[in-house]
């Protein structure tokens, strides 16, 4: 089909992927947490989104290019991890909302539009060098070299791809986003939660900011 092969493989190899936490998970938790399901799940639209942006650039060699490119590596690397750990001390410093006794808290300063979310989540995706590094070496492993299709074979592992993480993705939005109502009564839980989230935040943009090709 379109000189894929062996998709049985990728269908498993990206559920895995999908189920091990990483900055994508990291960024719909903390999100979930601070404004709720609808949150999350606005947040898991904007990361799929940003695959989508990485799919077509794989299927298109512009992801080669640019893996290629040790300046653009590092200025993607950089950006990525400075809009992380942003996000991270937004978290870690925001002021609890003044009506304690309703168990109201405010996460990350005022509430994100929908907009906002999703293009937050759009660009934690997109400046992520490790997901371009990703599609370029794991995609290729399930085309046929010599196929007269590959930009289609790409287009359509880029697409299996992208649905399943938004199923899991809107799956973890789903489960953070209950257990945060099931707390949202208390502020004090709600204040760690949002101090756990950005930590996670900040020390992902460490992480990133140090991460060699």
């Not at 000189?3 to 049985?8: D, K, L, P, S």
């Not at 719909?28 to 940003?50: D, E, F, K, N, T």
């Amino acid at each position: 089909m379109f000189g894929i092969t062996h998709f049985e493989f990728f269908v498993v190899a990206v559920f895995l992927l999908n189920v091990t936490p990483g900055p994508d998970t990291a960024y719909i938790v903390g999100r979930s947490v601070a404004q709720g399901r609808g949150a999350g799940l606005m947040s898991a639209l904007g990361i799929s989104a940003g695959c989508c942006v990485h799919s077509l650039a794989c299927a298109f060699g512009l992801t080669a290019l640019l893996a290629a490119s040790a300046t653009a590596f590092t200025v993607i690397k950089f950006v990525g991890a400075i809009y992380l750990m942003y996000l991270g001390v937004r978290l870690l410093f925001a002021k609890p909302a003044a009506n304690q006794a309703a168990g109201e808290a405010r996460a990350a300063g005022a509430p994100k539009s929908l907009r906002q979310l999703f293009l937050q989540g759009f660009w934690t995706n997109v400046l992520n060098p490790k997901v371009v590094l990703f599609f370029v070496s794991f995609f290729p492993q399930f085309v046929t070299t010599g196929s007269d299709h590959k930009a289609l074979a790409f287009l359509t592992l880029g697409a299996v791809f992208v649905v399943m993480s938004m199923l899991w993705n809107s799956f973890v939005a789903w489960i953070a986003g209950s257990v945060t109502r099931r707390f949202s009564g208390q502020p004090s839980v709600k204040k760690w939660l949002d101090r756990s989230v950005g930590s996670a935040f900040v020390g992902l943009g460490l992480k990133l900011a140090t991460a060699s090709r």
